[in-house]
């Protein structure tokens, strides 16, 4: 018997559960919940859309609830209450609320015998992974997180902000000397801007102020101010023909050292290349949701992150054929 | 109060677990456990020796032994006999034998309510858990292993058997146009030949014919005849000097896709580079030492691999730290 999934929220990344539960036999789709007026919402694969208010009578036909709110306003309400009725699974990302939002679901679903894996997708989630694997091997070295190259959702949306931008993109890019230095061991001491630089590919009103709107961007504190930024002004129809996807990705580098006077060194590296951002997120959250609902199973309850899961519990496949095939 | 290790076994892995237990302050080493005359044996580091035979007797005061034997003979008969007395971690790697090992600790470890880790390292070990993780993401799409650069101790003992060899080192290097394909998403079909060369530095006995030696080893059966192989003549200074080291290291590459269509492309890569192999695999089991001991004082008894362990056990950080810091 499969198990059965709801949809919380039909955004890009409700779009992506959607279609990576499609990839997995073991896994089916109830239906998608919205605040909208459920019959103006017609999803991809034309699954049953119901209000959100429906949700709640519901408990018996689902076995996990997949929130693919935002982290600003959304998950931070709605995650502990559909914890009361719901496995559930979310992406929150704010990572320094991370500790908070863990408290207030586990309060929730231990009491509702329910279980929550919390702030999963890749970062937090599997790059947290990563840098939790290589700090535990390697307990003496430094750690490296690179984004990009990538779409920035939130960079994109402060350029539009600006008076006579019609639309933007913004890439995150690692830069590539920082990068090398890190990846010989050579541990060097790097901000977030030394080791990333900034892209933009700005639509602009016709006759506005070009020149006023790049020193706008180049001169925005915390999201530009103090990186290598580069503006380039495109067509609409440019913009929409090459910049018209979510691709991101990155890497967590961990950089060690072992021996009785750590002569030797050893460089961990974990990279993703994405071409869809959301869609690999929800992949993500599709594998936690098969793992939240076999630790309930087994009576774990309450709220977990992907660094408490058991690897094994987020595979389709047995115990058994894992240890068979991958060790 | 840290946690008290014994070495079982005290070759270029047991000192590497000397070594990695002094950067983790939660672990102490209580010694090692030799089959040699204990006072013969001199550590790295001045640990206390002990016969094998004195093992038993000490199990109070020994919370976790890693056992730093052989897979071959060694492990299949040592580790499920001290799994009796100790919570145990060892690094058998004959892949193909991995399941009858866990099932045979597993009968010892779980009637003794003791706790075992097996096959930890880095293949079988964080590589495994590169493919359960990345497979479990990306369901629809191929896994890659490329080994090394590094050094096969397998393959320069087989050199050294060929008559008139005195010394020999071979390094497996992944091939660059192969690599190359698996990283850009083309999911080729590759053999191990096809993904791998083989480079080999050899020191001949003086009027050795060296003709007949090359021969020999690029013919060799399973161990280069399907690969592409270069030999190299070399002195037994320049072989000290130059390739002394154990060097080695490897990527797992997964390529998949998402989306309606499959439209998406993703790649993940969890990449090594070691100076040092049986040291970063000591680290491994170091790790591994600490998540034993956890496991078995909360009463979670038997066989265990690294697929099965929650990764916050694994870390010298407490949860809240964890989820603080990496999430």
């Not at 691709?247 to 071409?275: F, M, Q």
């Not at 309450?302 to 660094?307: A, E, F, I, N, V």
């Amino acid at each position: 018997m499969s198990i059965r999934i709801g949809i919380y929220g039909y955004g890009n990344l409700g779009r992506g559960v959607e279609l990576a539960v499609r990839q997995n036999p073991d896994l089916t789709c109830v239906g998608v919940f919205t605040r909208r007026a459920p019959e103006t919402l017609k999803t991809c694969t034309g699954l049953p859309v119901y209000s959100v208010n429906d949700a709640p009578a519901m408990q018996a036909d689902i076995d996990v609830m997949i929130l693919c709110g935002g982290s600003a306003t959304d998950l931070p309400t709605q995650t502990p209450q559909l914890a009361q009725y719901f496995n559930v699974v979310d992406s929150f990302d704010t990572h320094a609320k991370i500790p908070q939002h863990v408290a207030a679901v586990q309060a929730v679903a231990e009491k509702a015998r329910k279980t929550a894996i919390v702030s999963a997708g890749w970062d937090p989630g599997m790059f947290s992974l990563a840098r939790l694997y290589s700090g535990a091997v390697l307990s003496a070295g430094c750690d490296y997180t690179f984004w990009g190259k990538g779409v920035s959702q939130g960079h994109s949306d402060a350029i539009r902000r600006i008076e006579g931008v019609l639309d933007a993109r913004q890439y995150t890019i690692p830069v590539p000397s920082a990068l090398e230095a890190v990846r010989k061991g050579e541990t060097p001491v790097l901000t977030a801007a030394q080791k990333h630089e900034r892209e933009c590919f700005v639509v602009a009103k016709e006759g506005a102020d070009l020149a006023r709107i790049e020193k706008e961007i180049v001169e925005m504190p915390n999201y530009f101010a103090d990186y290598h930024t580069t503006v380039h002004f495109i067509t609409q129809e440019e913009l929409q023909r090459d910049h018209g996807g979510l691709p991101h990705g990155g890497r967590v580098i961990r950089s060690g050292e072992t021996g009785l006077n750590g002569e030797h060194k050893h460089v961990i590296e974990y990279s993703l290349k994405l071409d869809s951002n959301p869609e690999f997120t929800a992949s993500v959250l599709v594998a936690c949701a098969r793992a939240a609902y076999r630790l309930q199973k087994e009576g774990v309850y309450g709220c977990k992150t992907m660094l408490d899961v058991p690897p094994v519990y987020l595979s389709a496949k047995s115990r058994e054929e894992l240890l068979a095939a991958l060790l």
